[in-house]
């Protein structure tokens, strides 16, 4: 009866190891599937590159519309000007002093100039009145009072008229 119970514990053995193996393997694909967070995060972050792609697309698709435009405009605006002219050259030559009011646009300028502007920006328009350093400002409630007391200081008596 020796041998069958070694060879009952070897079997035993050997299923238990063979067991173990396999739960730690459920264990580990079932533990893998619980963390969310690292599967989230991989897809926040195939989110957040997409989203940065089309982004960056945007921005190249607006960058380009806006070149066009620009080039467009300046198309637009040779094409008066060259129409413009034709009107001017025609109203000299055809009208009868040879002198027209109509003056030739000169050629040679873009209207539309992709370079910054190189003006200052305009100030915004004040809503207050400024004042002058040693004057009165213009809500001071003696403002242009000077100027009235200086002719009532010169009032003359009022002339009766003569009947």
Same mark, same amino acid.
């Given at each position: 009866?020796?041998?069958?119970?070694?060879?009952?514990?070897?079997?035993?053995?050997?299923?238990?190891?063979?067991?173990?193996?396999?739960?730690?393997?459920?264990?580990?694909?079932?533990?893998?599937?619980?963390?969310?967070?690292?599967?989230?995060?991989?897809?926040?972050?195939?989110?957040?590159?997409?989203?940065?792609?089309?982004?960056?697309?945007?921005?190249?698709?607006?960058?380009?519309?806006?070149?066009?435009?620009?080039?467009?405009?300046?198309?637009?605006?040779?094409?008066?000007?060259?129409?413009?002219?034709?009107?001017?050259?025609?109203?000299?030559?055809?009208?009868?002093?040879?002198?027209?009011?109509?003056? +030739?646009?000169? $050629?040679?300028?873009?209207?539309?100039?992709? @370079?910054?502007? #190189?003006?200052?920006?305009?100030? %915004?328009?004040?809503?207050?009145?400024?004042?002058?350093?040693?004057?009165?400002? +213009?809500?001071? $409630?003696?403002?242009?009072?000077?100027?009235? @007391?200086?002719? #009532?200081?010169?009032?003359?008596? %009022?002339?009766?008229?003569?009947?």
């Amino acid at each position: 009866m020796g041998g069958t119970s070694v060879q009952d514990i070897n079997t035993l053995l050997a299923v238990a190891i063979i067991c173990l193996l396999i739960g730690t393997a459920i264990g580990y694909f079932i533990i893998g599937r619980m963390r969310p967070e690292q599967q989230n995060r991989a897809a926040l972050e195939k989110q957040f590159n997409d989203m940065q792609r089309q982004q960056q697309d945007y921005q190249q698709q607006v960058s380009h519309h806006f070149d066009r435009t620009g080039e467009l405009l300046n198309e637009l605006a040779e094409s008066y000007r060259s129409v413009h002219n034709h009107i001017v050259e025609g109203a000299q030559n055809l009208h009868s002093t040879g002198i027209s009011p109509l003056q +030739a646009i000169p $050629e040679g300028r873009p209207v539309l100039d992709n @370079k910054p502007s #190189s003006l200052s920006p305009a100030a %915004p328009p004040l809503d207050y009145a400024p004042r002058q350093p040693g004057k009165k400002g +213009a809500l001071h $409630e003696e403002f242009g009072m000077d100027s009235e @007391k200086k002719k #009532s200081d010169h009032i003359e008596p %009022p002339v009766t008229p003569h009947a």
